[in-house]
């Protein structure tokens, strides 16, 4: 158990900047960058709930699969069904 | 701008990747908010908390990380949810290639006991515009037409490429 906070001594890492990168499997992203993840019919991920989100064939993200799992904390910012179609996603967000 | 910070380590599980952790912990994010959460750990990502993390874990090498377990593979069901859902053309095109014609489908939910489920077959057939896998009506329309599950699958797959 680690009984002290511990803080960065690195102020400019603990702020939400934007990815400036071009690579097709990134995995680190920069704090309050936003993703759209692909989830399967009525998997439901409620507000702001955490969930381990990993890189899902050659252009998209995903729940679980085989692909690499992205660095940090990702929380859900909201989601939307498409009626009828059973096609889910949502937005997440890196928050640490 | 809060600054970050990890409060507590519960636990470190290993993954499926060499040197990436995925750690149940007690963090600050960067909006100032506290929780339990688990975050994964890899060792080039240079921002957020977790070069405070791989420096907890190079301070405590003694602390127990918990092996990776493979999850289990998921059922034929689960596979089935996960599948991509078909457009009315992908699926009547799917059927045609599968040697099932349209007429043959309207045949079958006609030939369905009269009733509301027969009703529904009827109005889900003319008027949907997309299909799930697990959608009700590929499981009548299956039955009556004599197909397995897998013969759905396949068909279900080799639509979704049209």
């Known amino acids: ?96 | 701008m809060t600054s970050m910070s990890v409060n507590m380590v519960h636990a470190v599980r290993a993954t499926q990747e060499a040197d990436v952790y995925n750690i149940h912990c007690n963090i600050t994010d960067y909006l100032g908010a506290s929780y339990d959460t688990d975050y994964c750990s890899r060792p080039d990502d240079t921002v957020g908390v977790n070069p405070l993390i791989r420096q907890w874990l190079r301070d405590n090498p003694g602390f127990q990380i918990e092996p990776y377990i493979p999850p289990d593979p998921p059922t034929e069901d689960e596979l089935r949810q996960r599948m991509r859902s078909l457009t009315a053309r992908q699926f009547r095109l799917g059927l045609v290639n599968a040697d099932i014609s349209p007429s043959t489908v309207t045949a079958a939910i006609a030939g369905m006991p009269a009733g509301s489920d027969q009703d529904k077959a009827q109005i889900e057939w003319e008027y949907a515009t997309t299909f799930n896998r697990t959608h009700p009506l590929i499981a009548t329309v299956g039955t009556a037409l004599g197909l397995s599950d897998a013969q759905i699958d396949a068909l279900w797959v080799a639509a979704a490429a049209l």
């Open chain 1, 1 to 96: 158990m680690l009984s002290a906070r511990w803080r960065s001594s690195r102020p400019p890492a603990h702020k939400a900047s934007v990815y400036t990168g071009g690579t097709r499997d990134e995995t680190n992203f920069p704090i309050g960058h936003t993703i759209l993840v692909e989830t399967g019919n009525a998997d439901i991920k409620e507000r702001n709930s955490a969930h381990a989100i990993y890189l899902n064939s050659s252009y998209g993200y995903g729940f679980g699969g085989g692909g690499a799992q992205l660095a940090g904390t990702w929380r859900a910012r909201g989601g939307y069904d498409s009626p009828g179609s059973g096609a889910w996603a949502y937005c997440f967000v890196r928050t640490a």
